[in-house]
Nanobody, 114 residues
Framework: QVQVVESGGGLVQPGGSLRLSCAAS????????VYWYRQAPGRRRELLAGIISGGGADYTNSVKCRFTVSRDNAKATAYLQMNALKPEDTDVYYCSLRGSSDYWGQGTQVTVSS
């Protein structure tokens, strides 16, 4: 059974940084593209970034200069490094493995506030 678990969220001041992790088990991790999303209650889910097995990545314009996605296939883990955080980055952050099937984690809360 495939499990996806996000971690690394928390409370950070504006301008601060966080690194989120997305750990997968029960899957051949390198065969999946990993996507990062965020969503607040009552709002539409927003795609932030995606990274393929070989490490090529793409970003939505709103986070392109501040967020960096990476992955370690040996550890079956992907990361989202978030810098220069703003209050409007406050959301629940999710990762998704997309391949022959799609798998989602339960999300990790990020709160940016002074």
């Amino acid at each position: 059974q495939v499990q996806v678990v996000e971690s690394g969220g928390g409370l950070v001041q504006p301008g601060g940084s966080l690194r989120l992790s997305c750990a997968a088990s029960g899957a051949i991790f390198e065969s999946y593209t990993v996507y990062w999303y965020r969503q607040a209650p009552g709002r539409r889910r927003e795609l932030l970034a995606g990274i393929i097995s070989g490490g090529g990545a793409d970003y939505t314009n709103s986070v392109k200069c501040r967020f960096t996605v990476s992955r370690d296939n040996a550890k079956a883990t992907a990361y989202l490094q978030m810098n220069a955080l703003k209050p409007e980055d406050t959301d629940v952050y999710y990762c998704s493995l997309r391949g022959s099937s799609d798998y989602w984690g339960q999300g990790t809360q990020v709160t940016v506030s002074s």
